[in-house]
């Protein structure tokens, strides 16, 4: 007997490709099913206006979302930094597939490192995130950086540095390595330089929540500390009340005594995109074994960084 295809909603862009095609092989191998690829066209991959004006990059997300819910495709895979933190009753996470590296990178001319860039460098992001956390290193090391702002797809801020406009451009490693560009690459920048994105480098399998049997078999991908660990990151962005635009980073990994796991350390910042302030917090606890254990350790480290001062550092949002 031969089942009818699954259909795997997915953009168009070089990125989200990359990330249905692996995921759609992978499915095809726990599921014994074919899968085809249905492209969605979203309005932000339309629309010239910046990102943040019309809601930040959750509009991607919501095109596949509306295909999920009018039942036009059986599933969708998510950048998982993308997504809102409100989950949709109608939809649910099925799998969260283990991570990839959450590294920030550089990619500037000449091969120069963040530490190596000459003062008044042009440095290529449209992330309040990574400005606060660059713009703080420069000032505690003594340079001067200029970031600008940027957007477009991965190739396109690429170009940027390849045809002399920008000194630099910080992207996320997992996009890189997804559309095999890591060799562009010139710096790794440390986590404790620069902390990623909530879910950073993992990726969201979403079906609708009523399709129990394909959410059971798409659960194969489901990889248990990714998803406790962007759980917790995830909680503390919804609990310092952020959005996916807001200049908050969020790590979560375990603590291991030799091969061991002891315990899941989580970390937030917040700050000004001056970099004149930062609120840098860490937490550690239990490994999470549940949801509501993953999201308790989110909403502790809010707590510390609310009374810190964080809500006042998160500009727009009416204090
Ligand atoms: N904001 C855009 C975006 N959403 C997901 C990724 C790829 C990395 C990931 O999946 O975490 C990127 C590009 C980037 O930030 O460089």
Same mark, same amino acid.
């Given at each position: 007997m031969t089942e009818r295809a699954l259909r795997l909603g997915t953009r168009r862009s070089k990125l989200a490709m990359a990330q249905s095609g692996q995921v759609a092989e992978a499915v095809r191998q726990v599921t014994g099913r074919p899968v085809e690829l249905v492209e969605i066209t979203t309005y932000g991959d339309t629309s010239r206006e910046h990102l943040a004006q019309i809601g930040g990059t959750g509009v991607f997300v919501a095109a596949l979302r509306d295909a999920l819910l009018r039942d036009e495709v059986d599933f969708a895979v998510h950048s998982?930094? *993308?997504?809102?933190t409100t989950q949709p009753d109608?939809?649910?996470?099925?799998a969260v597939p283990r991570r990839e590296d959450p590294r920030d990178v550089l990619i500037a001319r000449d091969g120069l490192t963040f530490a190596g860039l000459p003062d008044g460098a042009r440095v290529g992001t449209g992330s309040p995130r990574r400005m606060a956390q660059l713009n703080a290193y420069a000032r505690s090391h003594g340079m001067t950086i200029q970031t600008v702002p940027i957007r477009g797809n991965i190739d396109t801020r690429i170009g940027y540095v390849h045809k002399g406009e920008l000194d630099a451009v910080v992207l996320a490693a997992a996009g890189l390595s997804r559309i095999g560009r890591?060799?562009?690459?010139?710096d790794f920048l440390s986590v404790d330089t620069v902390l990623p994105a909530p879910g950073q480098g993992a990726l969201a399998i979403e079906c609708a929540a009523h399709n129990a049997s394909l959410a059971a078999a798409l659960a194969?991908? *489901?990889d248990p500390f990714t998803r406790a660990a962007v759980t917790a990151e995830r909680s503390l962005l919804a609990a310092l009340e952020?959005?996916?635009?807001?200049p908050v980073g969020a790590l979560a990994d375990l603590l291991a005594d030799g091969q061991i796991v002891k315990e899941m350390r989580l970390r937030g910042v917040v700050g000004t995109t001056d970099g004149s302030t930062l609120v840098q917090l860490s937490t550690t606890g239990p490994v999470p074994e549940t949801e509501t254990q993953a999201m308790a350790l989110g909403r502790e480290l809010a707590v510390e960084m609310l009374a810190k001062g964080a809500a006042g550092l998160m500009g727009e949002r009416a204090l």
């Open positions: 998982l930094k *993308d997504l809102p109608e939809l649910v996470l099925a890591t060799d562009e690459v010139t194969e991908l *489901d952020a959005g996916c635009s807001a």
